[in-house]
């Protein structure tokens, strides 16, 4: 289900360390973020926590790297 799949590469960002997190998270096509989303809106509260998450992460990554690039 989408909910497991956040959950494991959830997982994998948070334990895997930082080349694990930059893979996971550069490699985030629009149709994978918009499953996490939906997550986030429709999901059972776990799925939804877990999706709030990894969103959160995410733009933490692309603000980042947005920063370094200018």
Same mark, same amino acid.
């Given at each position: 289900?989408? #909910? ?8 994998? =960002?948070?334990?895997? @360390?930082? *080349?694990?997190? %930059? ?5 985030? #096509? ?8 939906? =997550?986030?809106?429709? @999901?059972? *509260?776990?799925? %939804? ?22």
């Amino acid at each position: 289900t989408k #909910e497991n799949s956040i959950s494991v590469k959830l997982n994998l =960002v948070l334990c895997g @360390g930082e *080349e694990v997190a %930059k893979s996971a998270c550069g490699k985030m #096509e629009e149709r994978v973020l918009d499953g996490v989303i939906d =997550v986030s809106r429709n @999901g059972s *509260e776990k799925g %939804k926590n877990k999706a709030m998450e990894l969103l959160k992460i995410v733009n933490a990554r692309n603000a980042r790297l947005e920063s370094l690039s200018l």
